[in-house]
């Protein structure tokens, strides 16, 4: 914990994060695209040949469903690893994404439980009006499954509040067990979960911007969203984030070549 930092405003952390991506992005946007492909694959294998209809084939797609968000903590953590050695100057590379399965696939997986739980409560009264324990008229039902989605959100967006920095913790403390990292999430985030929602806040304008730039613009935010988390998680342990604009001691700071601008690693 550094004694004399200095806690950045959003708007720092903004600055930092758009500063830290420059002439970075091509690999950040390649990041991104691979892990949505792994997200888009998986999520076929899910309901590939399950039927729905029946109360066998609903639980066993519901179960694949469970299985395979667990399977996708361990690539939601090297994506969080690329973002962390990016917002420290360091060298980053598509291999980070895989980094999870060096030995953490255990704490990966556990840690992403918390957020899948949270998920399948939400999911529970969607699950009672599949089995007509609730009954809701056809009409109204676009209304509740608008309800569940939102509610979903609205609990996933909470826990991420609590234990949103549990990912950067096991990159930084491997050797540490997941309650001593969840509970150290706790410590981070505490008093600073109202900070975290204006941080959110303040990125949905130029998400909704994104958006509509025929979804294109998706590929400049996620990477721009995902380095801001990075520079969130810093600032919350006092550390300095890597500042393109200001030199870097000779002893630290990013790999550089012989230009002097920052090496990216893109082996995969």
Same mark, same amino acid.
């Given at each position: 914990?550094?004694?004399?930092?200095?806690?950045?405003?959003?708007?720092?952390?903004?600055?930092?994060?758009?500063?830290?991506?420059?002439?970075?992005?091509?690999? &950040? *946007?390649?990041?991104?695209?691979?892990?949505? %492909?792994?997200?888009?694959? $998986?999520? =076929?294998?899910? #309901?590939?040949?399950?039927?729905?209809?029946?109360?066998?084939?609903?639980?066993?797609?519901?179960?694949?469903?469970?299985?395979?968000?667990?399977?996708?903590?361990?690539?939601?953590?090297?994506?969080?690893?690329?973002?962390?050695?990016?917002?420290?100057?360091?060298?980053?590379?598509?291999?980070?994404?895989?980094?999870?399965?060096?030995?953490?696939?255990?704490?990966?997986?556990?840690?992403?439980?918390?957020?899948?739980?949270?998920?399948?409560?939400?999911?529970?009264?969607?699950?009672?009006?599949?089995?007509?324990?609730?009954?809701?008229?056809?009409?109204?039902?676009?209304?509740?499954?608008? &309800? *569940?989605?939102?509610?979903?959100?609205?609990? %996933?967006?909470?826990?991420? $509040?609590? =234990?949103?920095? #549990?990912?950067?913790?096991?990159?930084?403390?491997?050797?540490?067990?997941?309650?001593?990292?969840?509970?150290?999430?706790?410590?981070?985030?505490?008093?600073?979960?109202?900070?975290?929602?204006?941080?959110?806040?303040?990125?949905?304008?130029?998400?909704?911007?994104?958006?509509?730039?025929?979804?294109?613009?998706?590929?400049?935010?996620?990477?721009?969203?995902?380095?801001?988390?990075?520079?969130?998680?810093?600032?919350?342990?006092?550390?300095?984030?890597?500042?393109?604009?200001?030199?870097?001691?000779?002893?630290?700071?990013?790999?550089?070549?012989?230009?002097?601008?920052?090496?990216?690693?893109?082996?995969?």
């Amino acid at each position: 914990m550094n004694e004399g930092y200095k806690k950045k405003s959003i708007s720092e952390l903004y600055a930092l994060a758009r500063g830290q991506l420059i002439g970075k992005y091509s690999v &950040a *946007i390649f990041v991104t695209v691979t892990i949505s %492909l792994i997200n888009v694959l $998986l999520s =076929f294998l899910t #309901s590939a040949n399950t039927i729905t209809s029946t109360a066998t084939g609903y639980l066993t797609n519901l179960l694949i469903t469970i299985i395979v968000d667990l399977l996708l903590g361990v690539v939601s953590y090297g994506q969080n690893v690329f973002y962390l050695n990016i917002a420290r100057g360091k060298v980053a590379g598509i291999s980070d994404i895989f980094s999870g399965f060096k030995g953490l696939i255990d704490k990966t997986i556990l840690i992403r439980s918390v957020f899948t739980v949270v998920s399948f409560l939400a999911l529970i009264p969607s699950i009672l009006i599949h089995f007509n324990v609730i009954f809701i008229p056809v009409e109204y039902m676009f209304w509740a499954n608008t &309800a *569940i989605l939102g509610l979903q959100l609205l609990l %996933l967006f909470l826990a991420g $509040l609590y =234990f949103g920095l #549990s990912y950067y913790i096991l990159s930084d403390h491997p050797d540490w067990s997941v309650p001593a990292i969840l509970s150290e999430s706790l410590m981070l985030m505490k008093k600073k979960k109202g900070r975290l929602t204006l941080v959110y806040l303040r990125a949905i304008p130029l998400f909704i911007v994104s958006f509509l730039a025929c979804g294109v613009g998706i590929l400049w935010f996620m990477p721009f969203f995902n380095a801001l988390l990075a520079d969130f998680y810093l600032d919350a342990t006092s550390e300095e984030a890597y500042d393109p604009e200001r030199p870097a001691p000779s002893d630290q700071g990013p790999t550089q070549n012989p230009s002097g601008s920052p090496t990216l690693d893109i082996r995969l």
